[in-house]
T-cell receptor, first 115, second 112 residues
């Protein structure tokens, strides 16, 4: 149980385009989903926290207009990188948890390369 | 702000050697502690977690960790590593503010 999927697993796009990444909890309802970014050889950095049906809370330094997060249902959250630039190239990882449970379950990540 | 430090960035061991990876955090309140492992090309997997009770926690694949509150530490140990333990290991701390903070990670390479 507690499986989280992400789609796509890899994406390559041109600079200036927008990319949408999906995060799904497959066998549980996730009241909260988290989006992390992991640069090469670095740790995971929390970008934002999203609760189903409400606006996401962004960490300091993360542009909310650039990284659009939608958590429309208890099993799906999306991250849209708008007007992507090469510096946005990174590994994006989502996680999900159930209300009242501290443990987060992580997706396999999406590797974004912006040319 | 809460921070998590992993002292060893890279560790190289031979098979059967013992492993200890350090993790310290800087939060004075109640915390929940985690160790995650990321095998090459794979996603994060939970190795073990501490919420309360016995400070010596046993996880999967023979790993264990000890929570020492006075030292703000949660070191990961394994008595005898295998080549298949080659991976990156992350310590993470969850505080009452609902935030999970990761350490910088430790890359472990086990030589066969």
């Amino acid at each position: 149980g507690a499986v989280v999927s992400q789609h796509p697993s890899r994406v390559i796009c041109k600079s200036g385009t927008s990319v949408k990444i999906e995060c799904r909890s497959l066998d549980f309802q996730a009241t909260t989903m988290f989006w992390y970014r992991q640069f090469p050889k670095q740790s995971l950095m929390l970008m934002a926290t999203s609760n189903e049906g409400s606006k996401a809370t962004y960490e300091q330094g993360v542009e909310k207009d650039k990284f659009l997060i939608n958590h429309a249902s208890l099993t799906l959250s999306t991250l849209t990188v708008t007007s992507a630039h090469p510096e946005d190239s990174s590994f994006y990882i989502c996680s999900a948890r159930v209300a009242g449970v501290y443990e987060q379950f992580f997706g396999p990540g999406t590797r974004l390369t912006v040319l | 702000a809460q921070s998590v430090s992993q002292h060893n960035h890279h560790v190289i061991l031979s098979e059967a050697a013992s492993l200890e990876l350090g993790c310290n955090y800087s939060y004075g309140g109640t915390v929940n502690l985690f160790w995650y492992v990321q095998y090459p090309g794979q996603h994060l997997q939970l190795l073990l977690k501490y919420f309360s009770g016995d400070p010596l926690v046993k996880g999967i694949k023979g790993f264990e960790a000890e929570f020492i509150k006075s030292k703000f530490s949660f070191n990961l140990r394994k008595p005898s590593v295998q080549w298949s333990d080659t991976a990156e290991y992350f310590c993470a701390v969850h505080n009452a503010g609902n935030m999970l903070t990761f350490g910088g990670g430790t890359r472990l390479m086990v030589k066969p």
